[in-house]
C-alpha cells in the first residue's frame, strides 16, 4: 500500500472540485482553506493525517454536485434547475449549437453562400419537378368515382398490324351496358372534324374544345353544373353545355341559358340552344372540354348502331368494380358481336378497358383527342430530382469535409476542454440542419421569380398562392432538414473522429482518404455533367437530322386542307380540284385518305411475280386520288400513273424499294397484285401501272420500305385533300386558292395545315425531352461549377502559405496557375475518360430508338471538356492571380 | 438538531450578528454557531460558503483574502454598512417572535380563544 501524502490527497480533492460545473475557482479556494482548517483541527485531536483528511473531506463536502447545488441554489434562490442538473438531451443544447453554427458560417462567408445557393438551387428545382409531377399524375383524379371509370378502347389487329384506337363503334357502349351487370352507366363523346366554331353573334371562338357528348355523359363524369338539370340538358338534338370561361368570352355573363350560338364544323352551320353552364371545370383532365354538343345534333339514329361509327367510350362499373370479371367477358362479347363486324374489313377486333386515370399518362392510341403526358419523362424527372438532391448532398459533404483543417483545431480544443465525441457530433450536425434550413428558406424565396418560367414550360396554372401553402412550405422545410441530416453525418462522423494530439502538435493535414473522396465526388459531377452536355448535343442534332432528312416528297411545299361533311360541298371538290390544278405554281392537288403524319406499318400483300408465280410480301400500303404522286412531288421512274382518262382504271404502283426488294427490277410492269376474297381466292389481277420513286410518310427515321399505292378516288367526308405547290410562292398561290374555296364553300372556313408544320410536331415528344434535359443540364451545371468553384477557393486557401513561400523565392503567376491547375486537369481528364464511354453507352442507347440516326461522334465530347476546362482554367486563374498579387507577407506572418 | 426550515432563516441573522462584531472566516463562523448553540446548530460548509457569497454580492458583507503567517490564505468576512441596517431589521423581527412566545410559553398569556 502506498502511504498516505496529505498534500497530494488535498490536491486531488480539488481537482475533483474543479471538474464540477458551477463550482467557480474562487470558491474551491475558499473551500480548500476550510479544509485545512478542519484537518488542522482534527490534527490537534489526535487524528492521524489520514483520518483528519478524511472526517474533513466529508464535513467540507458531501459530493462535488451538492456542493455546486447549494452555491446555485443560493445564487438563484432556488427557482432554476443548475445546468449539471439538466438531463444533457440535444434539445437543450440546440440553441447553442445553433449559435455556434451561426458563427461558423459567418466566419467562413464564401464557403457558406456557395454551400447555401447550391442546396437551395437543387431543392428548389427538385421541389418545382415534384410539384410537375405530383401535377401530371393527378390527371383525371378529382371526378367523382374515378377508379370506377374506364374508357373502351378497340385493340384492332388489321393484317397482322395490331393497333390499338382510342375510340370505339358506336353500339359498343351501350351493349356494354345491357350485356354485363357491372356496367353501370356508358358515356360517349367525340369530336367531329379537327376543330370546331362556335359563334354568337358578335363573337366566334374556334377551339378543338368542342365535343358531342350524349345525354348520359353527366352520369359518368361529375362536372357541376350552375344551371340546368344534368339529366336533360343533352337530351334533345340542337342544343349545348358550355362552360363558365366560355360563356364569360361570348356573353360576359354566366346566366346564358335559353340563348343560342351557331355552330358550325364539317356540316353547315346550325344554331344551337344553351341548355346548361358547367362550372368549375378542372383543367388537370385528358378531356379539357368547353361545350358539349348534344348527341343528337350530329348523329343520326342510324348512326347510332353502326360499328364502324366511332365514339370515345367511357364506362362506370358498379360499386364492386370488378374489371377483371368484365374483362373475362369481353372474349364472349368479341364472338357475339365484333368478329362480325371486323370480318368486313379483313380484321380482328378486341376490346380493352383503360382506366380513366391512367390515360393521360399512357402511351397515345390511334385517334386520341389530346396528345398525353409521358410516363417516361415523369420518370426521367424523378430520377433527375432525386439526382439533384443527392449531388446536393454530395456537395455539401465535399464543402464540408473540405474544411477539415478548418475546423481540425476546434475539434482539438472542444476534445481537450472534455467535450465528447457525440456533443461533438450533434454540433456539426446541428450545423448541417442549420445551413439546410437556410437553404430551405432561400430555396422558397428563388422559387416565386421562377413560377411564370415553371407555368410556361409546364402549362401549369400555379401561382404565387398557390404554391406558398403550408403544405408546399412544410415539404421544402422538411426535405431541408433531412437533407441536413443526411449530408450532414458523414462530415460530423469525420470530423469528429481526430484525435486532439495529432491536430494540436500541427501534424494534422486533410487525411489522404477526405481528398480522395473529394476528388472521386467531384468527378462524378463532372461525369454527370458531360454525359448530359453531350446528350443534349446528340438530341438536338438527332431532331435537326429527323427534321431535315430528305422523305421522298416535298414537304416545303405541300398545304392539307379536310373535305367537309356536306353532299353539296363534296360534288364540288372534283371542280374545286380541277380549278386548283390550273393555277401557276400548284404541282397538283389530290384526294386521299392518308393522314402523311402517320407510318403506315407495312401488311401482307399477295402479288404475282414476272414470271407469274405468286408472292407473299410484305408492303405498306396506302390509298390516293389521282394527282397525287406528282401533288407530293414523289416522281413517276416507270410506266405511268393513275390516268383519269382510262375508264375503270384497274392498276396498282408500286415503288422502288418494292421492285428492288423482291428482285422485279427491270420486270416490274409484268407484275401483277392478286385481289383475294374472304377464302383466299383470287378474284381479280390487276397490273402495276408504274414505279415511283421511294418516300416516306410519318417519322422520317424509319427506312423507306417497299410500298403498294391504290387508286381511291372517291370524296369521302373528313378525309384529306392535299395541294402540292411551289413553297416559293406559297403565300401568293394561297391568296389565289381562297377565292376559289369561297366561292365553291362559302360556309365552310377554309383552313389549311402545312405539312412540313404537321411532320415536325411528329417530333414533339423528343423537343419536350430536350427541353428538359436542357433545364436539368442548366442546373448541374451550376451545382457541379459551385462545387468546382468551391473546391477550387478551397485549395487555393490551405496553400496560401506555400504559395506565398514560392512567391518569396520568385514563382511567377504561369507557375503558380499550373500548380494550382494540374490536379483540376487530371481531375477532368479522368472525368472524361469515365464520361466517354459511359455517354457513348447512353446516347447510344437513345439513339437506338430511331432506325435512321446520326452516329455517334466525339466532338460533342470534346467541346464538353473545353468547356469545362475553360471554366475550370477560368475559375483557378481568378484564385491563382489574388493568391499571386497578394503579398507574401500577409499570408506568412500569422504564424 | 435544529429544523431544516429554521436553520435556514436564521443563518443570515446569525452571520451577521457573529460578523457584527468584528471579521472572521468561514470555519471560524461555524465554530461560533456550534458553541454559541452548544452544538444544537451544526453547520455543514456546503451551506455556509454559498450563503456567504451570496450575502456578498447582495452588498451586506465584503471579503478579503489575508496570507497567513504559516503562508496560508484565508478569506476573511467583515459587515458592511448596509449589512448593519439589515442586522437591525431582522433583530427587530426576531425579537418580536421570541417575546411573542415568551409571552404565550409564560403563565397566564392574555388570548381569545373558542
Redesign the interface.
Known amino acids: 500500500m502506498k502511504e498516505f501524502n496529505l498534500e497530494n490527497a488535498i490536491v486531488n480533492w480539488v481537482k475533483v472540485l474543479h471538474k464540477q460545473q458551477g463550482l467557480e475557482p474562487g ?1 474551491i ?3 480548500e ?2 479544509l ?3 484537518i488542522e483541527d482534527y490534527l490537534e485531536e489526535g487524528l492521524s493525517e489520514q483520518e483528519a483528511f478524511q472526517l474533513a473531506g466529508e ?4 459530493t462535488p454536485e ?2 455546486a447545488d ?6 438563484t434562490a432556488g427557482n432554476k434547475t443548475p445546468p449539471w442538473r439538466r438531463k444533457p438531451s440535444l434539445l437543450s443544447k440546440l440553441p447553442m449549437h445553433f449559435k455556434i453554427g451561426i458563427r461558423n458560417l459567418n466566419k467562413r462567408r464564401i464557403y457558406s453562400m456557395l454551400n447555401v445557393s447550391g442546396l437551395a438551387i437543387s431543392i428548389c428545382a427538385s421541389f418545382l419537378i415534384w410539384l410537375y409531377v405530383q401535377e401530371q399524375r393527378s390527371y383525371d383524379q378529382h371526378f367523382e368515382d374515378a377508379e370506377r371509370i374506364y374508357r373502351v378502347i378497340f385493340d384492332v389487329d388489321y393484317e397482322d398490324v395490331k393497333a390499338a384506337q382510342a375510340d370505339v363503334g358506336q353500339p359498343v357502349g351501350p351493349t356494354l351496358k345491357a350485356d354485363y351487370p357491372e356496367v353501370t352507366e356508358v358515356a360517349r363523346l367525340r369530336r367531329i372534324g379537327a376543330t370546331n366554331t362556335l359563334a354568337s353573334p358578335d363573337n366566334s371562338i374556334e377551339s378543338t374544345d368542342f365535343f358531342v357528348a350524349d345525354d348520359q355523359f353527366f352520369k359518368v363524369f361529375s362536372v357541376e353544373l350552375s344551371s340546368g338539370n344534368p339529366e336533360t340538358v343533352l337530351s334533345q338534338p340542337n342544343t349545348v353545355v358550355i362552360s363558365e370561361e366560355l360563356a364569360m368570352k361570348f356573353f360576359g355573363r354566366t346566366d346564358v341559358v335559353g340563348n343560342t350560338l351557331k355552330y358550325s364544323g364539317l356540316r353547315p352551320p346550325m344554331d344551337v340552344m344553351i341548355t346548361g353552364v358547367m362550372t368549375n371545370l378542372d383543367k388537370h383532365t385528358h378531356l379539357p372540354f368547353q361545350a358539349l354538343i348534344s348527341y343528337g345534333t350530329y348523329f343520326l339514329e342510324s348512326d347510332l348502331s353502326n360499328w364502324l361509327r366511332k365514339s370515345y367510350t367511357y364506362v362506370m362499373l358498379n360499386e364492386q368494380n370488378n374489371i377483371e370479371s368484365l374483362r373475362a367477358k369481353i372474349p364472349d362479347f368479341n364472338r357475339k358481336y365484333l368478329d362480325q363486324v371486323f370480318e368486313k374489313i379483313n380484321a380482328r377486333g378486341n376490346l380493352l378497358f383503360q382506366p380513366l386515370t391512367s390515360i393521360y399518362l399512357d402511351d397515345d392510341y390511334l385517334g386520341e383527342p389530346y396528345p398525353h403526358g409521358n410516363r417516361g419523362n415523369l420518370k426521367i424527372l424523378t430520377a433527375v430530382m432525386v439526382f439533384l438532391l443527392i449531388m446536393a448532398c454530395i456537395n455539401y459533404v465535399n464543402l464540408a469535409t473540405a474544411r477539415s483543417v478548418d475546423r481540425a483545431v476546434e475539434v482539438g480544443l472542444r476534445k481537450t476542454l472534455g467535450s465528447s465525441r457525440l456533443s461533438l457530433f450533434s454540433q456539426f450536425m446541428s450545423e448541417a440542419v442549420l445551413l439546410a434550413l437556410f437553404s430551405g428558406i432561400l430555396a422558397i424565396i428563388i422559387s416565386l421569380p421562377l413560377l411564370p418560367y415553371y407555368r410556361e414550360i409546364t402549362g401549369s396554372g400555379l401561382d404565387v398562392q398557390g404554391f406558398l401553402v403550408l403544405e408546399n412550405i412544410g415539404v421544402i422545410l422538411l426535405v431541408s432538414i433531412s437533407i441536413g441530416l443526411l449530408s450532414g453525418f458523414y462530415p460530423s462522423v469525420y470530423l469528429t473522429s481526430f484525435t486532439p494530439k495529432t491536430i494540436l502538435k500541427g501534424r494534422f493535414s486533410s487525411s489522404k482518404k477526405g481528398a480522395a473522396l473529394r476528388k472521386i465526388l467531384i468527378i462524378s459531377q463532372y461525369v454527370l455533367s458531360s454525359i448530359l452536355i453531350t446528350w443534349i448535343l446528340t438530341v438536338t442534332a438527332q431532331i435537326k437530322y429527323m427534321k431535315n432528312k430528305e422523305v421522298g416528297f416535298d414537304k416545303e411545299g405541300l398545304i392539307e386542307l379536310t373535305i367537309p361533311d356536306d353532299q353539296t360541298a363534296m360534288k364540288n371538290i372534283d371542280v374545286f380540284i380541277r380549278r386548283v390544278n390550273a393555277l401557276p405554281y400548284v404541282r397538283a392537288a389530290a384526294k386521299t385518305k392518308e393522314d402523311l403524319s402517320t407510318y403506315y406499318p407495312s401488311g401482307a400483300q399477295r402479288m404475282e411475280g414476272p414470271d407469274g408465280l405468286p408472292v407473299n410480301t410484305n408492303m405498306s400500303a396506302i390509298s390516293v386520288g389521282y394527282d397525287f404522286i406528282s401533288a407530293i412531288g414523289a416522281s413517276i421512274v416507270k410506266g405511268r400513273g393513275f390516268d383519269r382518262t382510262v375508264p375503270d382504271e384497274r392498276a396498282v404502283m408500286i415503288n422502288e424499294a418494292a421492285a428492288k426488294e423482291y428482285g422485279w427490277e427491270g420486270r416490274e410492269l409484268e407484275v401483277k397484285y392478286l385481289g383475294l376474297d374472304r377464302e383466299g381466292k383470287v378474284t381479280g389481277k390487276w397490273k402495276v401501272a408504274g414505279v415511283v420513286s421511294d418516300f416516306k410518310f410519318g417519322e422520317s427515321y424509319v427506312e423507306k420500305g417497299p410500298m403498294i399505292i391504290y387508286l381511291d378516288n372517291r370524296t369521302i367526308p373528313e378525309s384529306n385533300l392535299l395541294i402540292g405547290l411551289d413553297s416559293e410562292h406559297l403565300e401568293t398561290t394561297l391568296l389565289e386558292i381562297i377565292p376559289i374555296w369561297e366561292e365553291l364553300f362559302d360556309i365552310f372556313p377554309f383552313e389549311i395545315q402545312l405539312i412540313k408544320e404537321k411532320l415536325d410536331a411528329i417530333y414533339w415528344r423528343e423537343q419536350t425531352f430536350l427541353n428538359l434535359l436542357t433545364t436539368v443540364c442548366i442546373i448541374v451545371v451550376f451545382i457541379t461549377s459551385l462545387g468546382i468553384i468551391g473546391l477550387i477557393s478551397f485549395t487555393t486557401e490551405i496553400r496560401k502559405k506555400e504559395l506565398a513561400l514560392r512567391k518569396v523565392v520568385g514563382a511567377s503567376l504561369k507557375t503558380i496557375m499550373g500548380l494550382l491547375s494540374r490536379q483540376f486537369v487530371i481531375l477532368l481528364i479522368v472525368a472524361s475518360l469515365i464520361a466517354i464511354p459511359l455517354g457513348y453507352y447512353i446516347t447510344d442507347q437513345w439513339l437506338m430508338n430511331f432506325q435512321l440516326h446520326i452516329n455517334f461522334s466525339i466532338w460533342p465530347f470534346l467541346l464538353t471538356l473545353g468547356c469545362c476546362l475553360i471554366f475550370t482554367v477560368l475559375a483557378l486563374s481568378y484564385h491563382a492571380f489574388q493568391a499571386a498579387k497578394a503579398n507574401p507577407v500577409e499570408a506568412l506572418r500569422s504564424e | 438538531m435544529a429544523y431544516k426550515t429554521l436553520v435556514a432563516a436564521s443563518t443570515k441573522p446569525l452571520i451577521l450578528s457573529i460578523l457584527s462584531h468584528g471579521k472572521s ?3 471560524q463562523i461555524i465554530k461560533n454557531v456550534e458553541n454559541l448553540s452548544d452544538g444544537e446548530l451544526s453547520w ?4 455556509l ?3 456567504l ?2 450575502m456578498e ?1 447582495d452588498g451586506l458583507i465584503k471579503s478579503e483574502w489575508v496570507i497567513q503567517d504559516n503562508g ?4 476573511y468576512y467583515t459587515i458592511t454598512e448596509k449589512g448593519r441596517e439589515e442586522r437591525k431589521v431582522t433583530r427587530a423581527q426576531w425579537m418580536n417572535v421570541n417575546a411573542a412566545l415568551n409571552l404565550l410559553w409564560g403563565s397566564s398569556p392574555q388570548l381569545e380563544l373558542g
Not at chain 1, 59 to 62: G, L, V
Open positions: 470558491f479556494e475558499e473551500l482553506s476550510n485545512r482548517d478542519r464535513k467540507t463536502m458531501p451538492c456542493l447549494e452555491y446555485h441554489k443560493a445564487r | 472566516y468561514g470555519y455543514t460548509d456546503a451551506m460558503y454559498p450563503v457569497h451570496r454580492s496560508r490564505k484565508r478569506k
